[in-house]
């Protein structure tokens, strides 16, 4: 018989952190789940409580437990990275960081970016900055993923994958309220407020990039890679499809200068090239062939 994997899961309280936590359950694996306890973890998974930004909490809580793979799905600056590669330096063989397409915000390219177009061992650090601010944190959201990926990718002992996931869509936990925005505007025929030219983005459903982090767990490669379902989808697209289930109207837009615009709603071309994870094995869906049904799931069968 093949051992059970030991994997931690730092975080993972919802949405696709569950779902990932439930496939490693169900591949067999013995799953840790770690986190502030504030809420309890899966059904069959184990539990330790503590605040990972507290290094000494967070060794205490561990003890002597060693890992085949931990997952961090709560990494969010480079002073929680700096912890992480102390604290399981030795610790694993794997450490898998849930990144995100925000690493390429301040990018505005014609084509979906590959992973070069954001180097972590080209990214400056400064842990000096104040990342402990909440608001400061929301502001800088993709530049901490950034110095976080920057902080792994200069840590030889600790082997690691950074995974740079697309908008997620889908499920009827979607705690995010974006595709209630539209519902909300197409039900009341408010108009759906978009720049002059609105660009396209990639898109995951939530059980494909919860699919796609128990995949990448167990493979070897390391850096940052790509997690989006082929095809792109305009802010127009995603309205339809709302429209098409709610069997409401055309919607309404409103073009605005403003900075203030609906969710989606892109002023820059927003795609990733996923042909690394491709090359690599994953074999990805289609948006536009689960559009459908991840509407349908957040929005209800009463929407």
Known sequence: MTKAREVLVIGGNRYFGRRLIARSLA???RVTVLNR??????PGALALRADR???RALTGALGGRTFDVVVDQVCYTPRQAEIARRVFAGRTGRYVMTSTVEVYAHLDSPTPVPESAVDPR???VDTTLPWDDPAFLEEHYGEGKRQAEAVLAA???LPY??????HVLGGADDFTGRLAHYAERLRTGTPVAVPPVPHPATYIHVEEIAGFLLWAAGEGFTGPVNAASHGELTVGELCAAVAARLGTGEPVYEVTEAAEVSPFAFRRHYAMDNSRAARLGFAFGDVRQWLAQAVAETLGKDA
């Open 122 to 124: 080209a990214v400056a």
């Open 155 to 157: 840590a030889p002992d």
């Open 53 to 55: 930004n507290d290094e």
């Open 161 to 166: 994958a950074s995974v740079r996931v697309a």
């Open 27 to 29: 591949a067999g694996d």
């Open 37 to 42: 306890g504030s809420s309890p973890p899966p």
